[in-house]
Structure formats: structure tokens, C-alpha cells
């Protein structure tokens, strides 16, 4: 079923793009949008993580962070957020627990991984689950979320 609106974010352990553990209990206490995307280098996908970027410092004004995760590994991060120049957290999911965790569905018959933002709260309440294919429209509707938290 996944994570919905009212659920309480589990706390999960990944590993950043540059391979450092991260844990979700440790940024609980501001605001969170953690989207997921499919694949490192794809247009849609750095069109979307440019995007985060380029409004990285409007989220971080409001408190909030920003965590990008994918099945791609740590190293393809890394190079994907030095290319791009990327101040967010990536984290890999290669074995796709976070997305089983968080209930992300996968389109077109199964084969591409979905394209899903949440939002959580300081408290790690789920406000918002923003599910569309369109990369482009995430942060303009995570954004928007999370000004109206404040």
C-alpha cells in the first residue's frame, strides 16, 4: 500500500552518494521532501534534480531539506551530483527497499520506476504524496507545501 497522507515516516538507513551512512531519525525536526526518481542522467531526471537545485536555497530558507533517491548506486550519484553540482542528498536504493518501504509504484507495465515526492513534516508526518511521470512539476508543488507548513 505505502506511505499515504497521516503516516508516520519510518526511520530507514541508506548510503549517500558519497557513501556516508545516512539515517532518516537523524533529520527528523525540520521539514523533509524526499522524491524519488528513476535513473541518474536521464533528461527528465536531471531536469528534475536541477530543478531541486536551483531552488535548493528557497527549501533550505524554510527549514526544509531535500533527499533525492534511486536504485542507481553510490558512485553513479556521486558523479551525477558533481556533474550537475547538486547540494542535496542522494541516497541509492539498488535493492529497492526504500521504494517497497514508501509504497512507490513503478509505470509503464512495470518497467520504469516511478517518479514520487513526499513531503514530511518536522514531526515526520506525511503531508503531501505528489505522484506524476512530469518532472518538472515536483518542485513547484513541493515548494508550495512546504511554504504553507511555516
Known amino acids: ?21 545516512f539515517e532518516l531519525s537523524n533529520y527528523i525536526g525540520k521539514p523533509l521532501v524526499i522524491y524519488f526518481y528513476p535513473k541518474d542522467n536521464t533528461p527528465g531526471c536531471t531536469t528534475q534534480a536541477c530543478s531541486f537545485r536551483d531552488q535548493y536555497q528557497d ?13 542507481d548506486s553510490e558512485e553513479s550519484h556521486e558523479k551525477f551530483a558533481q556533474k550537475h553540482n ?13 521504494r517497497t518501504l514508501f509504497g512507490v509504484p513503478t509505470h509503464f507495465f512495470g518497467l520504469l520506476p516511478g517518479r514520487v ?8 508526518k506525511v503531508v503531501s504524496v505528489f505522484n506524476s511521470v512530469k518532472a518538472n512539476i515536483h518542485i513547484e508543488h513541493a515548494l508550495k507545501i512546504v511554504r504553507n507548513m511555516k
Not at 500500500?1 to 551512512?21: C, R, V, W, Y
Request: aromatic letters at 8%.
Open 1 to 21: 500500500m505505502g506511505l499515504k497522507e497521516g503516516d508516520i515516516i519510518p526511520n530507514f538507513k541508506a548510503k549517500t552518494q558519497s557513501g556516508e551512512k
Open 59 to 71: 527549501f533550505q530558507d524554510l527549514g526544509a531539506e531535500v533527499i533525492g533517491i534511486s536504485g
Open 86 to 98: 547538486l547540494p542535496f542528498i542522494l541516497l541509492s536504493d539498488g535493492k529497492r527497499k526504500l
Open 117 to 124: 515526492t513526499y513531503i514530511i513534516d518536522k514531526e515526520g
